[in-house]
Nanobody, 129 residues
Framework: QVRVVESGGGLVQAGDSLRLSCTTS????????LAWFRQAPGKERQFVAG????????????TYSDSIKGRFAISRDNDKSTLFLQMNSLNPDDTARYFC??????????????????WGQGTQVTVSS
């Protein structure tokens, strides 16, 4: 069992930045496959960004959705068991509840929410025009 807790959301204006955080319980953070998803009202949950360990957890491969590529950056602090999502140049289309997802082991389907076994309750991001 892994406890997942997101934080850092808020209300901002278009063009502003936010940094989301996701903390997880346990001692295996460095080998976890992690991802950010988001869901807006009336829409399906969609992949935002992911981080997956390779080469014995010495190298991490990051993946981004096309909708946010170039504006967002995913990173992780293994010592603090924390995943980050730096969000820049926010626009109203980014308004959604952002969720942190956790998977044990690597996968070829990082963008598929079905492969993640643990989820946080999300943190709300609202971007005004």
């Amino acid at each position: 069992q892994v406890r997942v807790v997101e934080s850092g959301g808020g209300l901002v204006q278009a063009g502003d930045s936010l940094r989301l955080s996701c903390t997880t319980s346990g001692n295996s953070f460095h080998v976890l496959t992690l991802a950010w998803f988001r869901q807006a009202p009336g829409k399906e949950r969609q992949f935002v960004a992911g981080s997956m360990a390779t080469n014995g957890a010495t190298v991490y491969v990051d993946t981004y959705s096309d909708s946010i590529k170039g504006r967002f950056a995913i990173s992780r602090d293994n010592d603090k068991s924390t995943l980050f999502l730096q969000m820049n140049s926010l626009n109203p289309d980014d308004t959604a509840r952002y969720f942190c997802a956790v998977r044990f082991g690597r996968t070829t389907e990082q963008m598929n929410d079905d492969v993640y076994g643990y989820w946080g309750q999300g943190t709300q991001v609202t971007v005004s025009s």
